[in-house]
């Protein structure tokens, strides 16, 4: 493409340069001078007028290995839940009367009470039935406050979130049942049962299958 150059040329960093010791062509990056009579006799490499020349493209060079790309994280939902404030409240002082939380294993002074005060579980998929053999009493001489369940509710075992509540007003004769709904990524969780005589109850946790 260039011929040898006698007189003073400027080649653009865009052109070609033939180099006559080994017939090739090759692309120069910077502007280049040539100077001479038959032949090249001195050469000036001075900055292209783009500052400072680009950076070259790791990826680019022979042999490199291309970037892996960051892999995905992967894993359940965490729980779509909120405190409630009004249920965590009236939770934390029912499961402060008596000697505190119940169990059937921690019956304390309520030996024998926890065939009808811990709740009966159903869980189907999302869905969880509460029940209890417990009945629901008129008051008497010997209860002049009556005997019933007050509340059923359910705590994400991940959280410590109360996420389902009901509180009862049941007549003599009526049973305590309940039915709630998993939220999106609760996976475990306990379920509480209130008596108005004999304090909190709660299973153990419940794992969704």
Same mark, same amino acid.
């Given at each position: 493409m260039l011929h040898l150059l006698r007189n003073t040329a400027v080649l653009d960093a865009d052109m070609f340069? &033939?180099? +006559?010791?080994?017939?090739?062509?090759?692309?120069? /990056?910077?502007?280049?001078f040539f100077h001479g009579l038959g032949a090249v006799g001195a050469l000036f490499v001075v900055p292209a007028c783009?500052?400072?020349?680009?950076?070259?493209?790791?990826? &680019?060079? +022979?042999?490199?290995?291309?970037?892996?790309?960051? /892999?995905e994280t992967s894993g359940a939902p965490a729980p779509s839940i909120t405190?409630?404030?009004a249920w965590e409240s009236e939770a934390k002082s029912l499961e402060g009367m008596g000697q505190g939380l119940y169990t059937a294993r921690e019956t304390k002074d309520q030996p024998g009470k926890e065939g009808a005060h811990v709740?009966?579980?159903?869980?189907?998929?999302?869905k969880v039935a509460l029940g209890t053999t417990h009945p629901t009493e008129a008051p008497s001489e010997k209860?002049?406050?009556?005997?019933?369940?007050?509340?059923?509710?359910?705590r994400d075992v991940a959280s410590g979130l109360v996420f389902a509540w009901r509180t009862f007003d049941l007549k003599p004769g009526e049973?305590?049942?309940?039915?709630?709904?998993l939220p999106p990524g609760v996976?475990?969780?306990?379920?509480?049962?209130?008596?108005?005589?004999h304090w909190t109850w709660a299973t153990q946790p419940q794992t969704k299958a």
């Open positions: 340069f &033939a180099n +006559p010791q080994n017939h090739s062509v090759e692309l120069l /990056p910077r502007r280049v783009g500052g400072t020349p680009l950076a070259k493209d790791p990826s &680019a060079e +022979p042999g490199a290995q291309p970037t892996a790309a960051a /892999p405190a409630n404030a709740p009966k579980v159903t869980l189907q998929g999302d209860k002049p406050n009556g005997h019933f369940i007050t509340h059923h509710y359910l049973t305590a049942a309940s039915e709630f709904s996976t475990a969780f306990t379920a509480y049962q209130v008596c108005n005589l």
